[in-house]
């Protein structure tokens, strides 16, 4: 189908450039007119900034025990 869209055996549909641009983090400017950057720039982590506005409210005796098991936690990962 993609290749059909590709060699314009058929319009495509608003819909399928969405999800072309969802899946593959691609601009739709680009996608529509060849214009523009071609990947979409990545949306922040929510989690992210989430945990740090919670860490941002420990005091930094317990902020810097975080650290200590998040250190631990990352070699276990590792492993």
């Not at 060699?7 to 007119?33: A, Q």
């Amino acid at each position: 189908m993609i290749a059909d869209m590709e060699m314009g055996h058929f319009p495509i549909k608003e819909r399928y450039l969405k999800l072309i641009c969802s899946e593959f983090n691609v601009s739709m400017d680009f996608l529509k007119n060849g214009t523009g950057e071609i990947f979409s720039p990545k949306p922040p982590d929510l989690r992210f900034e989430y945990l740090k506005d919670i860490f941002v409210q420990f005091d930094t005796e317990l902020q810097d025990v975080i650290l200590d098991h998040c250190r631990r936690l990352l070699k276990v990962h590792k492993k």
